[in-house]
Structure formats: C-alpha cells, structure tokens
C-alpha cells in the first residue's frame, strides 16, 4: 500500500520504503519456511524450494511482462521508453532487472525512471537473487551449528554478521565512501548488498521467534505503536533527497521488525487491525497488486499528462487485472491439481520463452528504427557523446597516469586541443575531435556533468550572502585538479565550455510568474533580472580567473559559447520523449523566439564576452548555426540538432567539425 501510494502521487513521499518493508517480511517469512520444513522432515529441500518460489512468483510476473511489452510497444510510447521497457523485461525474466534498469533507465528518481512501465521489477529480481544464495546459507549454518550442538544460534551469528557487512558497506556506499572490490552494482539503490541486511533482520526474528518471551497484550500493543510510528515517520518524513540505502533505511527495518514481533502475539490491537479481513485480502492480492499497478499508472501519465486524479485512478483500476491474476494465474499455478516433470518444464519454458520473444522482437523493431527514416534520424541524436562514452565525463579530474584514455588522434605532432567544462562543452566532442583530425593537432577531453571550468561566488535567489556554488555542487575537486593537470601540459588551445544551465542558472529557477514553494512568496520578473545581473558579474569573475591562470601557463583559451536552451520556461522540450507516431509525422520538433533566448542565455553569453576581452582570449559563438536573426530551431533540414533540451546531438557535433577547423586555424 505504500508503494503503490507513492507510485500514485499521493502525499506519502518516503513510500518508497515499503520495498524495505517487504524484504523484511520476506526474510521473516522464508526462514520461517525453511526451518519449519527441517523441523518436520529433518532436512531442507532445495529443489522444492526453488520449485515452490518459481511456481508462486514467475508465472503472474511473466504475464506482466508480456503484456506490457504488448502495450509498450504501441506508438504511443516513446523510442526511450520502449528501449527501456525491452531491456528490463528480458532482466526481470532472468532475475537481473535491477542491474537492467540501472544501466538503461539511471537512478530510480531520475526522470526516464518514470518512462519504464517495468521500473518495478528491481526489487522482484533483488528479492530472487536472495533466493538463489539464502537457503544455502540457511543449510550450511545449520550443519556447522549441529556439529556445534546449537545449530540456530549458529544460523542466527551466521546471517546477523553477513547481514552487518552489508549494512556497513551500505552505509560506506550513500557516504560516498568506495568499498574496494565490491563492484558498483552490487551496491547503491538497486544492489543487492545494501537491501541484504534488510532480509536478514527478518531472518533473524523469524530464527529466535521461539526462543522470544511471547510479548504480553499491553507489551504488544506498546512495541506494535512504535513500530507502526517508525513506518509513518518514514513515509512521511523521507522523499526522493534521502539517500537510500543508509542509516536511514533503519527506520523503516526497525519498524517492520517490532510489527512483526508484536504480531507473535495477535491480540494487541495493531496486529488485530492488520488481521481484518480488508487488510487480509489486500495482503493475498499485494503481489498481483505489485505487479500491475506501476504499468497502469505509466500508461495513466502517458495518456493524461500532469494529471494526479488519473494516477490515483489507475492506481485503483489496476486491482482489475491483479484480481485476475490472483485468480486465474498466481492460484492455479502455485497449487496446480496434478504436477508432473513435464508439466513443470513445458510452464517453465513458457514463462521464459513468450517474454523473451516479444522483449526480442520489440528490440529488434526498435534496432531497425522501425524502419522509418524519421525514427532512424530520432535514433541517431539520441547517441551519447564520445567523451562520455570513452569515460572522460567524471569528477576525478584527469592525472599524467589516466590521461591516455581520454586522448584523440595521439600520434598527431600538432599543439593539443584541450576541452574542459560540463557537459555542455562535452557535448561539443565530435565537433573538437574532428578538427583534431583536420588540422593534425591531438584532442584531449576532461569534462564533468554540471561543473564548468571556473569557481562561481554567487549570491543565490533568497539567500543573504554569496557562496561558492560550484564547490556546493561537488565540482571544487574537479575544477582545481583539472587546472592543475593543464598547468603540467604541453601548451595548447584550451576550448572552455561557458554553461548556462547549470545550477546556478535561470534555466534551473521556477518561472517567474510562478510560486516558490520554499516561502510562498512571487519571484517576478523584476528579481529575475537582478538576479541576472549579479550572475553575469559571478561568472565573469569565475572565467576571467581560468582564462588567466591557463594563460601563464602557457595556452590560448577559447570560450565557447552553449547552444541554444530549451529548458527554461517548463516544461522542457525533450525529443526522446516524444512518442513513436509523433516522430514519425515529424511533429516532435520545437523552436523558440531570438528575442526569448537572448533574455535567458544574456548574462552567460556576456560575460564569456567580456572575460575574453579581460585576459586576451577569444569567443567561438555558434548561435547562427541554430538560429536566424528571429528564431532558434532544432532541426536543419533531416538533421536533428539536439540530444535533450540542452545537449545538441552527436550528429549536430560531427556538422560542427568544419567550423571548429576553421576557428582553431584561425588562432594559429
């Protein structure tokens, strides 16, 4: 009910954690399950297990599937989204959505996150690769606890101290802390070492459940309060900015484990609520609910964009189709009539097979841009940039040892070409490295996302007294270390990015005729304008003082100016996410008056202007390339000009070679 809570945009903005609640349970009830069956038969065994979890989880999550790969693939969707939704069906069929998702979706709050109907399934693939490791575990420390005549307090060591690691590398993780050799999948929001030690609470109670006092009714009605407080402090009082898994996801654990030993004794008036009838049939239908809510409710938003009413409404409507799998699909098949091998094998391939399929051949359309010219160019801007997929996009700034990997046409005897900043020069990759090859010169490319080149002390809106925004921002590391390793270099022309949609940019403040929700109060067109005035003098003071430094030591500096924006005012015009028919009928194209994009890109374009004149650097301004003297557009001709709303494209880059030879001749 919390997540599903969540999902639907109510007010609940930590439901989130009712996936932490989950793997407790889980752990809890699985134990429970495994010692029960050695306490009866003497022995646990793993292919029932297995059998039981894959007859009671896969065949209602391959329908799931299925049928959202069907709907998916109707040209109301996305290319991105559809891309998405392939990648991850085939993942949740073979247990590793989580690592799918991950790597084709990003972070679990980033935007694309809300395009993958599918996005659900990280915590279905968690929860079986512990299934995978935890009877194991289970079998061997209780044989090595029988030979030690205490066969559950060895259990209980056992899965508490593997549990600590996990908690403890969890923590070190959301700290920023790199655990060596534990690879980054395992860990963060959708690995699974930082949700282990969640199942291993539950699999701790459900060890010492008998050795436990049986709580009395006042006790249990006392621990079950806490508990139930615990759980709504965490879904009230978290959001999308807590970092999770961390300390933090301690309170919901904590919570889940005093209901479920408050429940070892049912009078008490929580667990007494929790075993109404309502809560009873809501508990049967959860995983069928699970299953179908997230996909109604991507499919509500893609239908009626920016409206609540209709999430909570799909929210509702999917009990429909989780009924029906309860019914017709989880029930039947975790107790079929009569069981056989062959009748096994035959469900088991059928549950692979038919997902795979149409996940297969739902790629297989989308590899061949459905063989539409349209889609095929949409395809194309939708490529990443070389210095981002060659890894040269980091914080770490590049040192004497790992420059190598991030150097172009290195055999080249010419002065180097050196691009720094955000990913907003990054983006102008293909463009730099082309003009390498033109002129002879190698290209060097050391950039970070959201960290320009340069310090900027700034004053923010409603804030009393200037900061350093980009060391707020993490880039401190970046900028200093990067200047230091061009200090070191042979001379060259350093091409620096100049960003105006940063962090610090008006691009990244709410309209200003609209409310701001941190004090209520209107931020006008008149503080616009201030504001603007004070960022044109931060960001000249923050360029002049790179420009400067990179002067004495010996190199030209270049400002090139950002591409046009389509950012600001919202919402964002994002080219992948326009549907596949729109693409098709060419209509996902925007483009934005001269006059509008000069009063939001004014001060960045000024100061770049104003710093190259102070320390006798130049300015490569590309505006005419995306705009006429009245307007700035998105397309020339077949060739799609942006990546998002504030990325031009690899194939507008690779255009942009010619002019980059040009201009970088020119200062010879």
Not at 389 to 397: K, Q, R
């Amino acid at each position: 009910m919390l997540v599903v809570a969540f999902h639907a945009g109510l007010p609940i903005p930590g439901g989130y954690v009712g996936v932490d609640v989950f793997f407790v349970i889980s752990g809890f009830v699985i134990t429970a399950m495994l010692l029960r069956e050695k306490v009866s038969t003497g022995r646990i065994s793993l292919t029932s297990f297995y059998v039981r979890r894959f007859r009671r989880l896969t065949p209602a999550l391959a329908v799931m599937v299925a049928v959202t790969v069907l709907v998916s693939a109707l040209p109301i969707f996305s290319l991105a989204s559809q891309a998405m939704t392939s990648a991850t069906a085939i993942g949740a069929v073979f247990l590793f959505a989580n690592y799918a998702i991950a790597r084709s979706t990003g972070g679990y709050f980033d935007p694309a996150a809300e395009n993958n109907p599918l996005l659900h399934t990280w915590s279905l693939s968690v929860e079986e690769q512990f299934y995978l490791i935890f009877p194991l575990l289970i079998i061997a420390s209780l044989a090595i606890g029988l030979r030690l005549g205490r066969p559950r307090v060895a259990a209980a060591v056992t899965i508490g101290l593997l549990g600590g690691v996990c908690l403890a590398v969890a923590v070190a993780n959301s700290s920023g802390v790199t655990i060596p050799f534990v690879p980054d999948g395992l860990v963060g929001f959708y690995g699974p070492i930082g949700r282990a030690w969640e199942f291993a609470g539950g699999a701790i109670l459900a060890i010492a459940a008998s050795r436990l006092r049986i709580p009395t009714v006042p006790m249990g009605t006392a621990i079950a309060v806490v508990g139930s407080i615990l759980l709504a402090y965490s879904a009230f009082a978290f959001s999308d900015t807590t970092v999770f898994p961390s300390f933090a996801t301690l309170v919901p654990v904590a919570g889940t484990m005093f209901l479920i030993y408050a429940g070892l004794s049912p009078l008490n008036i929580v667990s007494r609520v929790l075993s109404t009838r309502p809560m009873v049939a809501i508990g049967d239908l959860s995983y069928s609910w699970y299953l179908w809510h997230w996909p109604t409710i991507v499919l509500a938003a893609l239908i009626f964009p920016g409206n609540e009413i209709a999430l909570f409404g799909a929210a509702l409507f999917s009990l429909l189709p989780a009924v029906a799998s309860y019914r017709y699909v989880e029930q039947p098949f975790r107790t079929p009539r009569s069981a056989s091998r062959v009748r096994f094998t035959a469900l088991v391939a059928a549950t692979i097979v038919i997902p795979v399929a149409l996940a297969g051949t739902l790629a297989f359309v989308l590899s061949n841009g459905y063989w539409s010219p349209e889609v095929q160019r949409m395809q194309a801007t939708q490529a990443k940039h070389a210095g981002n997929e060659a890894g040269c996009m980091s914080y770490v700034p590049l040192t004497a040892a790992t420059q190598a990997n991030c150097e172009w046409n290195a055999s080249a005897s010419g002065p180097p070409i050196y691009l720094i900043g955000d990913s907003i020069a990054e983006h102008y990759s293909e463009g730099v490295i082309g003009a390498g090859e033109n002129l002879g010169r190698p290209v060097f490319i050391a950039t970070a996302a959201g960290c320009p080149a340069y310090r900027i002390v700034l004053r923010m809106p409603l804030s009393s007294t200037p900061e350093d925004v980009t060391e707020m921002n993490g880039c401190a590391g970046y900028i200093d270390g990067t200047l230091s390793w061009l200090e070191a270099q042979e001379p060259g022309l350093v091409i620096m990015g100049a960003s105006d949609v940063s962090g610090w940019s008006p691009n990244d403040l709410p309209d200003p005729n609209a409310e701001l929700a941190r004090d209520k109060q209107q931020y006008d067109a008149e503080d616009f304008e201030r504001y603007n005035e004070r960022r044109e003098v931060a960001l000249l003071a923050g360029m002049t003082s790179t420009m400067k430094r990179l002067e004495v030591a010996g190199h030209e500096v270049a400002i090139a100016q950002a591409a046009p924006s389509y950012r600001f005012p919202a919402p964002s015009w994002l080219p992948g996410d326009c549907s596949v028919a729109s693409v098709i009928a060419e209509r996902c194209l925007t483009s934005s008056p001269i006059d509008e994009m000069d009063r939001l890109q004014l001060a960045s374009r000024t100061a770049a202007v104003k710093a190259a004149r102070a320390s006798g650097g130049v300015v490569l301004d590309l505006r005419d390339y995306f705009c006429n003297d009245e307007e700035c557009v998105t397309q020339h001709g077949e060739l799609g000009l942006y990546l998002d709303d504030i990325h031009i494209s690899v194939p507008a880059s690779q255009d942009l070679a010619p002019r980059f030879s040009d201009f970088i001749a020119a200062q010879d």
